[in-house]
T-cell receptor, first 120, second 113 residues
Framework: GAVVSQHPSRVICKSGTSVKIECRSL??????MFWYRQFPKQSLMLMAT?????????EQGVEKDKFLINHASLTLSTLTVTSAHPEDSSFYIC????????????????FGEGSWLTVV | GENVEQHPSTLSVQEGDSAVIKCTYS??????FPWYKQELGKRPQLIID?????GEKKDQRIAVTLNKTAKHFSLHITETQPEDSAVYFC????????????FGGGTRVLVKP
């Protein structure tokens, strides 16, 4: 099956620094990737849609200057949390859509393993 | 945009009993409804999905039903086992609208041995 790899799985950073999380589709091409944030015991909340070769589309309330998204190739999207603060500590997870798979064939969306971010 | 409501938020069942989780959605154009199982700190795992042109789908002990008129869909787990304990999320998507998944709030299922 389709594989999405996300790195790092865990990261601890100091308050005020930036941290980058990578999301890679290993065996398919993804023109669209999605970034979610999940706080403990809560649901997955979509932060932004990452579009290959163009600007990301951010959900309401998500600061685009704080959560920088780059989707420079068909297999890689990165999320950079800039000037991180303790309240940014969360589980960040990406998903990617297989652009070559028809929706009528079933599932086309695959999740990465997630990244635990702790800001101290 | 789409809004998905999920109930109950927690569900405790005895091993061997059935578990039912219900979701409602707001966007009548949504046409794909996946269900995910998530264990702590791990990625959501797709367990079953249903398209809007189908009313019911079954895969062994898991089934999903969809009522498009009422805009609700349900997950049914029969003969529950301790390993079914996890958090379950429903989701809805309009495939012509960029494939953005909107998740329900989640149901924490505990199967007691």
């Amino acid at each position: 099956g389709a594989v999405v790899s996300q790195h790092p799985s865990r990261v601890i950073c100091k308050s005020g620094t930036s941290v980058k999380i990578e999301c890679r589709s290993l065996d398919f091409q993804a023109t669209t990737m999605f970034w979610y944030r999940q706080f403990p015991k809560q649901s997955l909340m979509l932060m932004a849609t990452s579009n290959e070769g163009s600007k990301a589309t951010y959900e309401q309330g998500v600061e685009k200057d704080k959560f920088l998204i780059n989707h420079a190739s068909l297999t890689l999207s990165t999320l950079t949390v800039t000037s991180a603060h303790p309240e940014d500590s969360s589980f960040y997870i990406c998903s990617a859509r297989d652009r070559d798979r028809e929706p009528s064939s079933g599932n086309t969306i695959y999740f990465g393993e997630g990244s635990w971010l702790t800001v101290v | 945009g789409e809004n998905v409501e999920q109930h109950p938020s927690t569900l405790s069942v005895q091993e061997g009993d059935s578990a039912v989780i219900k979701c409602t959605y707001s966007d009548s154009a949504s046409n794909y409804f996946p269900w995910y199982k998530q264990e702590l700190g791990k990625r959501p795992q797709l367990i079953i999905d249903i398209r809007s042109n189908v009313g019911e789908k079954k895969d062994q002990r898991i089934a999903v039903t969809l009522n498009k008129t009422a805009k609700h869909f349900s997950l049914h787990i029969t003969e529950t086992q301790p390993e079914d304990s996890a958090v379950y999320f429903c989701a809805a998507i309009r495939r012509t609208a960029g494939n953005k998944l909107t998740f329900g709030g989640g149901t924490r299922v505990l199967v007691k041995p």
